[in-house]
């Protein structure tokens, strides 16, 4: 029998489940308190019970988003290395789950005189420390200064930003304090904060949207790229930058979501003129936005993305109710909320 030309160029979905969350540190003051007890500065009992909570979800994938530990060390990496060093020993997973870590702001950045600024030695660090935990499985053809000239790099990216395919599902990771040569305003010396590989990112979507094996593409990063609809938080992805992607997303059509952290809560937007879903998952363990008031309470957890082999892709969203914390503490089990579809199958 012959096929009818449209069946033999539908993409065959493969099923994947994965999860994500992100601000899993915690404050600075308990930094202090817990300092000879908790060297990682994770929110270890929410820390240890996302990936608990995870695996028994079924999912393959954990992404953590950033904020994973205090870091801001205003020094040349050292406090960020002892902090990382410490996290891996808390991460018990089976070796079907892959853990992927993203960096955040507290991860590659510094606090000077309380001002928020790029540190050029955190790079390397973060670097080695996915290397030598087996966490760049997927790292190594993202941009650099040469591939890649008009997203102004300061030093090779091409391991903090990758993409990479499992199954039909298409990823793009994305480090949104990616070193850049861009002088930040008021601050002599100093370059952005914030800032993202547009070109780079552009190119890696057009080449998933023209092939015809990638059904579903999530681009994952720490900053929030939109404003958030319930809660102010610290600074998203630099503007200038944010609105160029925003733009290149209005021509996609295989991005379900944008999924992010930062943001010390749970939100869901669709971002405007698009139809693609900032999903924020930023309550993974840290001090909750006090703007935050959902119905009937505020949680810790994560959120998990369904891809369906019928096309449809959900969010579930796995919660906590808040208990106090501690390094001897223990996380309640969580509770998995009815699941959102994010769009139509025949899409």
Known sequence: MILPLI???????????????????IS????????????????????????RDAQVAGVKFV?????????????????LKGQLDAWPPLVTVTPDVTVLPVPGNHELNRKHNKK????????QVWNDWMKANGYDRFAGNGPTPASDPADKLATDQSRLNYSFNVGTTHFIVVNTDTRTTEPMDGEPGETKVGWI???????DLAEAEANPAVADTFI???????????????????????????DALKATKKVRAYLCAHVHDYEIQKVKATGVYQIVVGNGGSDLNKEWKPSPGTWFGFGVIRVHADGKVGLVLYKRP???GGPGAVAPVSKASPEIILNSSSQ
């Open 28 to 51: 600075d003051a308990d930094e202090l308190a817990q300092k000879a007890a908790n060297p990682s500065t994770a929110n270890v009992p929410e820390l240890k019970a996302n990936f």
């Open 116 to 123: 928020k600024l790029a540190n050029p030695a955190t790079d």
């Open 197 to 203: 590989p547009v070109e780079w990112i552009k190119k």
């Open 7 to 25: 069946l033999l160029h539908q993409v065959v979905r493969q099923p994947l489940d994965f999860a994500f969350f992100g601000c899993n540190r």
């Open 322 to 324: 808040l208990t106090p």
């Open 220 to 246: 994952l990063g720490h900053r929030n790229l939109v404003d958030p609809v319930e809660a102010t938080e610290d600074a998203p992805i630099e503007p200038g930058c944010a609105g160029r992607l925003v």
């Open 63 to 79: 992404f953590a988003l950033g904020d994973i530990v205090n870091g801001y060390g205003d020094d040349k990496g050292e406090k």
